[in-house]
Every structure is written in structure tokens, then in C-alpha cells.
């Protein structure tokens, strides 16, 4: 079945570190986006790429870094510089055409925390 | 900017009420609108959605949601609620382009 594929589920960050979260999806969709999902304020937008090589900054961009080398995978890296990183990270996908209709495909998440 | 409201974070019914939980949102033009569902451990799923036409739409599980534009509302609804509802809810909205915003979430839990 097609789908996107996210992992680990469960990550764990020292105060410091960089860590990369992994996002892959097997629908040939040509956009992908990662959000950020904190209790009592639904999902907000770090980052989303068009289409391979091209990625833009979203609304919670700050502390966060993103590549887009191939068209399935869209890895988030959470920086050192991201203060408050405790978080549901979301991972999602549309087709690529008339995004504005296109319901967004989604992973199961990501649960990072600072130990 | 653009904004998504949904005015309950927490409902809690009983088998066979009817649900309505409220989405409005603060965009004039165009919208394109979506109802959201994640189930407990499970991912964010597409319940349904309304770009154009008929502004009742129907979507899984007998849910609906009626569109009215004069209020900028898109209100879920569904007559008979089951404790398999039980789930975190989200409206979503695209005026356009990438950038889609969506609500702050409404937990419903169903009790049997």
C-alpha cells in the first residue's frame, strides 16, 4: 500500500544535539511538508518543498533544516538552535497539482522530547 | 492572516447524541475547506471536503458539513455518534496556493 512512511516514533534529544527525523513516502506525490503539532494549537508549518531540490520556509521555520535530494524522502533535522523542540512532528504530501484542493496525505508522526 | 477557529477543544457525549462541532474561519475569498480525523494511534485522515457546488458535503462514517458562506463557516455534523467517533477532529483551510491552516483540534470522546 502506498503511503508515507515516518520514523523512528519515538526520539529522544539530549540539550545540544541535532537530530533527523525521516519522512518517506511511496505515492510519487511531488509536495511534502512537515508541521509541527503542539496540544491545544493544532498543526503549524516548518517547512514544504514543491519538488525536488526546492524547499521553502513555513510559518515555524526557525531551529529547523530540511533537504530534498530525492522525490521520496523530505528528512526534518532539528537543530540545537530550536529552543523549545518537544513536539508531534507531522509529516504529509499532496500530488504536486492545484495544491489548494488537495487534501494532505499524512505519516504517523514522530514524538521527540529532551531528556 | 488567515485563521482557523474551532470553538470546542473538548466534547464529551453519549452514544446516539448528535455531534456539531463549529469551524469558522477569517478568509474573504476563495477557500477551499477539510475536515480532518485522527483516531487514537492512528494518523491524521481526510473525513471530507468542499471546494465548489452543493454546500452540504458528505464524507466517511455518515459525517457531514455544511459550507455557509456568510458566516465563513464549515461546521461537522453527524446525527448518531458512535464510540468508535471517539477522536481528535480538525478543520482545515486553503485559500490558495501551498499553505494550508488549520484548527486548533476538537478531542471528542464518545462514552459507551
Known amino acids: 500500500d502506498g503511503g508515507i512512511t515516518q520514523s523512528p516514533k519515538y526520539l529522544f534529544r539530549k540539550e545540544g544535539q541535532n537530530v533527523t527525523l525521516s519522512c518517506e513516502q511511496n505515492?510519487?506525490?511531488?509536495?511534502m511538508y512537515w508541521y509541527r503539532q503542539d496540544p491545544g494549537q493544532g498543526l503549524r508549518l516548518i517547512y514544504y518543498s514543491q519538488i525536488v531540490n526546492d524547499f521553502q520556509k513555513g510559518d515555524i521555520a526557525e531551529g529547523y533544516s530540511v533537504s530534498r535530494e530525492k522525490k521520496e524522502s523530505f528528512p526534518l533535522t532539528v537543530t540545537s538552535a530550536q529552543k523549545n523542540p518537544t513536539a508531534f512532528y507531522l509529516c504529509a504530501s499532496t500530488p504536486g497539482h492545484e495544491y489548494s484542493n488537495q487534501p494532505q496525505h499524512f505519516g504517523d508522526g514522530t514524538r521527540l522530547s529532551i531528556l | 492572516a488567515q485563521s482557523v477557529s474551532q470553538h470546542n477543544h473538548h466534547v464529551i457525549l453519549s452514544e446516539a447524541a448528535s455531534l456539531e462541532l463549529g469551524c469558522n474561519y477569517s478568509?474573504?475569498?476563495?477557500?477551499?475547506l477539510f475536515w480532518y480525523v485522527q483516531y487514537p494511534g492512528q494518523h491524521l485522515q481526510l473525513l471530507l471536503k468542499?471546494?465548489?457546488?452543493?454546500?452540504l458535503v458528505k464524507g466517511i462514517k455518515g459525517f457531514e458539513a455544511e459550507f455557509i458562506k456568510s458566516k465563513f463557516s464549515f461546521n461537522l455534523r453527524k446525527p448518531s455518534v458512535q464510540w468508535s467517533d471517539t477522536a481528535e477532529y480538525f478543520c482545515a483551510v486553503n485559500a490558495g496556493g501551498f499553505k494550508t491552516i488549520f484548527g486548533a483540534g476538537t478531542r471528542l470522546f464518545v462514552k459507551a
Open positions: 505515492l510519487n506525490h511531488d509536495a
Open positions: 478568509y474573504g475569498g476563495t477557500v477551499n
Open positions: 468542499y471546494f465548489s457546488g452543493d454546500p
